[in-house]
């Protein structure tokens, strides 16, 4: 059977990818001054020491908003791929109830709370008390 056609996912990157080529287009010129300044041969001065900040600077927000436009496309791949899972999980546990009368059927009952006649009064000393099993009877003893 053909795999349904299923929407694009999102995918962020738009707004990354501009604010990367942004920052790596500042880099780019400031690596350029820096290098003009270098090759000219004048003694260093305040102008290559903004030079070098600047590129040095926009090279790093370059990598950083690069890892970070990464992580977010991966991120938006594992979500997608999860959403995807649950679904077919959904549908197959919807399909399986559907055909349960049969006997080749494998359907995996999900656990239900039994009926308030059913309910445990005497439990040990390390099992945990719900709050629907208290019930009003430990309000009325607390007021006075």
């Not at 990157?13 to 003009?36: E, N, Q, R, T």
């Not at 308030?116 to 629907?132: C, F």
């Amino acid at each position: 059977m053909a795999e349904p056609d299923r929407p694009v996912p999102h995918r962020p990157g738009a707004v990354s990818l501009f604010f990367v080529a942004k920052a790596g287009v500042f880099a780019l010129g400031f690596w350029i001054w820096l290098l003009v300044l270098a090759v000219r041969g004048d003694p260093a001065e305040g102008v290559h020491l903004i030079a070098a900040t600047g590129a040095i600077c926009t090279t790093l927000v370059g990598v950083v908003l690069g890892a970070r436009m990464a992580l977010q496309r991966n991120a938006a791949a594992r979500h997608a791929e999860l959403k995807r899972l649950l679904v077919d999980i959904s549908w197959n546990a919807f399909a399986a109830v559907g055909n349960s009368d049969q006997p080749q059927a494998k359907v995996v009952p999900f656990p239900t709370t039994p009926p308030d006649g059913d309910r445990a009064t005497n439990r040990g000393p390390g099992e945990r008390v719900s709050a629907l099993d208290r019930g009003d009877r430990n309000r009325g003893e607390r007021r006075r």
